[in-house]
């Protein structure tokens, strides 16, 4: 970028494409990996309104180290309880992946209780994978728990979501693979995640899902995620937000949709990376009814029972953003 | 026996398989299993039963609220009704067992098993050991738990004592849910929770947002010299449906003042007394009413 102020502003003019999503109007789009627990009411309603009808949710480290097995459990409970619901009153279709991730599988006294309390939780409705989990710092005790989590996932006959991380990101991206395969299981059964221009080719080529995560700053950014797709076509590829606490955006998919639509990538291959293809490998789960996703719509905003308003299902009523009034 | 018409009316709203799987595992946890293989087969209930709403014969809508009076599955899924016919075949023998198996699927329910559990309450056996679960379930914000507790469940009226049933009639008005469904509603209304609604309403006018008159039929019978500028307030409201339901509170109201009132509306105290004006009736009407 240029030195001269003047320049740098139009530069930055030109490069700077404002949010419209008018041009993917109707579409629908499936994130499947966003940590609702970690964002807004105002998210869910900006998601449902960009197009996004289902999301799945991976367990994932808070922040901060849980300290007992009862904080991972209500936080597994809320992933099928409280977020489930929260998503719905939006019209969005919430499943979620259970796991104990890499990091706190570092704390292995906590890990081995865990590990007892998993199989409580994965049977349920609408979890639709063990995830997200993998390696984190590459340590033993990370290996150990994503062995065993593997084999847990086999027995339940579900699909594994795997968290790649972001240090040495190319050799943890091949030995989970490695491992995965020395496991017995099927690439396909496999999504690997926070994919990037240098694991991509190998993940494709050995047979498992690739998933790039539209992440500022850390992770793909959206317009090398177009150059993926025109380079590596659509086959298992999928995007998703991961947003979380940090810095981060619920309307990643959407976001990239539109611009993979700027940039001449066709309708269809749109339609597979940023909804078929997740719903295609997650659903191996026999989780995913796509019906569900109208049916969790069936928002009824206008019905007033002695002059209140019914949400059905608890439905939340829309507040008008552009008034100062608050009532 | 409700068990067998639940069986019978499960039989002919899933599938074979389903229903052998049902069975199976049925007479499973009847004959007592460990706790994982319970955990399992209620959480793996919609995949085998499907989600459908059930049918069921106006007969059978009948037999079931003569067998418990106030129960109604009426709008239930397959699998709503599979789990809760599951867990009343649960074997009880052990009473500390039987409370922490079912205590432990609460904890870690999903949204629908959450809905089955309690709508179960009232089948369970060793009823008062739900008590406190009961009022946690009051204290959920998701809409469908709420609703599992509310309507057509006659564990509240039964077993909460006036704290707590108080708690969830007001949380009803709070949440704007269909507050005539709740079963035992007009026989537990009491002097505490009219003193309390009426706050409630005082709260609601003055941020200029209006009250479902349905909670002046929890007044009525407490109208006194505290409230009655209340339902006074009402009447003159202009709001036909107010009038309404101030002349049908007054209509319950021994007080004085109040029989005064009513009298001074010949129309409306003679459809109270032949009865064509009632709290249902008025329901009906303001559903119409908004749905046109």
Known sequence: ?327 | MIGNLFEEIIKQNVSADGWNWLAEKVALVNKGVNAAQLNIAFATVPGKTGKKPIEISAMQEKKIDVLLPGFSIRGWTTDRLSRVWLLMNLNSADKDDYIRRIENLFKAAEMNELVALYSSLPLLAYPDAWKFRCTEGIRSNIGTVLEAIMYENPYPSGYLDEPGWNQMVLKAFFTEKNVERITGLDQRANKRLASILCDYAHERWAAHRVVNPQLWRLVGKFIDENNFSDILKLFNSGNPSEKKAAALALSESDFMPAKDLLNQTTNLKNAISEKTLSWNSLVKEMKNFSSN
């Open chain 1, 1 to 327: 970028m240029s030195h001269d102020p003047l320049k740098r502003e139009k530069e930055v003019a030109e490069s700077f494409i404002s949010v419209d999503l008018e041009n993917i109007k109707g579409m629908q789009f499936f994130d499947p990996h966003v940590h609702m627990t970690s964002r807004t009411t105002d998210d869910y309603q900006s998601m449902a309104d960009a197009g996004i009808v289902g999301l799945i949710e991976p367990a994932f480290w808070l922040g901060q180290p849980r300290s007992g097995i009862d904080t991972f459990r209500d936080y597994y409970s809320s992933l099928i309880g409280w977020e489930r619901f929260r998503a719905s009153q939006f019209g969005i279709k919430h499943y979620c992946t259970i796991g104990l991730n890499s990091r706190e599988a570092n704390n292995e006294k906590l890990a081995e209780e865990v590990m007892e309390l998993l199989p409580l939780f994965i049977y349920k409705e609408g979890v639709v994978g063990i995830g997200e989990i993998g390696f984190d710092d590459q340590t033993p005790a990370e290996e150990k728990y994503y062995r065993l989590q593997l084999e847990l996932a086999k027995e339940a006959n579900l699909p594994v979501q795997i968290h790649t991380p972001h240090r040495d990101k190319k050799r943890g991206t091949q030995r989970s693979m490695d491992i995965a395969i020395e496991h017995g299981l099927d690439p396909y059964m496999v999504i690997v995640d926070h994919n990037n221009e240098e694991t991509v080719q190998e993940v494709l080529e050995r047979g498992f899902w690739a998933a790039f995560t539209i992440y500022p700053f850390t992770k793909m950014g959206n317009e090398r995620m177009v150059e993926i797709v025109k380079q590596y076509g659509t086959e298992r590829i999928m995007v998703n937000s991961a947003a979380d606490w940090g810095i981060s955006d619920p309307l990643a998919v959407p976001k990239t949709a539109s611009l993979m639509k700027l940039r001449g990538i066709n309708t269809e291959h749109i339609r597979m990376v940023t909804y078929q293809n997740a719903i295609t490998a997650f659903g191996q789960s026999g989780q995913i009814e796509e019906a569900d996703f109208t049916l969790v719509k069936e928002i009824d905003q206008s019905k007033k029972f002695a002059g209140n308003t019914i949400l059905r299902g608890g439905q939340q009523p829309r507040i008008d953003k552009s008034s100062i009034i608050i009532s």
